[in-house]
């Protein structure tokens, strides 16, 4: 019965460790922004957001293939929406305002090909 006692409490504890974790690390980006990202499939998708994903300042990436948006939630003090733009564009990826390398976009695979835009 102990042990049962100690094994709800120690949960409890680090359940409730987690939970203010993740409210304070929410409350950490500032901004939220949607933009246009070519893309076509779910390969794509991939791709796009985890270029994101290591960043500094970044929370949530989600890009949706039906309507080719992004919305990105960050910290404008550590990364600015240029800089996302940018490493979007480093993996292949044309927003409006960014146009990706061509050998980049070339070496995406036949399926992540979209009709770029001039």
Known sequence: MMKLIL???ISLTLLSCSNSDSSQLSSNFN???SFHVYGNCG???KTIERSLVDLNGIGNANWDKETKQIK???DSTKI???QIKNKIAAVGYDTKEVRAEESVYKSLPGCCQYERPE
């Open 7 to 9: 094994t709800f409490s």
């Open 31 to 33: 901004k939220s922004e």
């Open 43 to 45: 390969s794509c998708k």
């Open 72 to 74: 990105v939630d960050f």
């Open 80 to 82: 600015s929406l240029s």
